[in-house]
């Protein structure tokens, strides 16, 4: 594959959750150095967009490699300003290539599940025009009047051998500017190839349990392929 790939990576300093957690240290890093640095270690990803608010964010990542940083304008500014606002902003400085978009809180993604999603991305153009990261959930599911979502109580079957559902991990989006468009301004196309990847690498660090998860993991092993020395203060 060539370097036809623009990675957005926007960061906001406010965290209602997790205070400051973007730029919270994870075993003596800043967190979103996890994520840009397999960003910018991929050789299909030309340029990272960090869009951000915060002067903090700006200072930690603008001397990593392949990275510029654009100001978030105040009007896409805030805690409920939908993720599809911000990209659209930031689509107008990416060029015509295609588009990862991911996000600080997923550093465990690691070098050889993103180069395979771009493979897959692309092998599946143009069948299907993006692409977005799920985890399988091998579990029983219920509605919330207590009807059985995925199975039957009557049978019990085993739970690995039930048919299994697919949680929007929130680690990976490939997509186009233009089927972004054609999708009314959406990361998620209207014919999107879901693409399964392994549940610890898929941690996304929403709260404060999150990140306790996080570190207790840096802290018993490296769950990176080749990244071992990350793991490390």
Known sequence: MSKQFTALLPMKG????????????????????????????????????VNTDSEGIREAVQSQPK???????EEICGDLVPMNDIISHDLAFAGTGHIIQTHATNPFLSPATLETALAAYLEALPEHDSLFTVTARHSRFYWPDGRPA????????????LTPLYEE??????FSPA????????????????????KLEAL???DEEDFSLAEALVAGRDIRPGRAERGQP
């Open 14 to 49: 406010h965290s209602e959750r997790a205070p400051g957690k973007n730029i919270r240290p994870l075993a003596g890093r800043p967190l979103c150095l996890w994520i840009l640095e397999t960003l910018a270690d991929c050789g299909q990803v030309a340029e990272i967009l």
């Open 67 to 73: 990275t510029r940083v654009l100001d978030r304008p």
């Open 179 to 198: 089927s972004f468009q054609a999708a009314g301004s959406r990361r998620i196309g209207l014919r999107p190839l879901l693409f399964p990847m392994p």
């Open 150 to 161: 995925n199975h039957d109580p009557a049978e019990l079957l085993r739970t690995q051998d």
């Open 169 to 174: 991990n929130s680690c990976l989006y490939i």
């Open 204 to 206: 996304d660090i929403d």
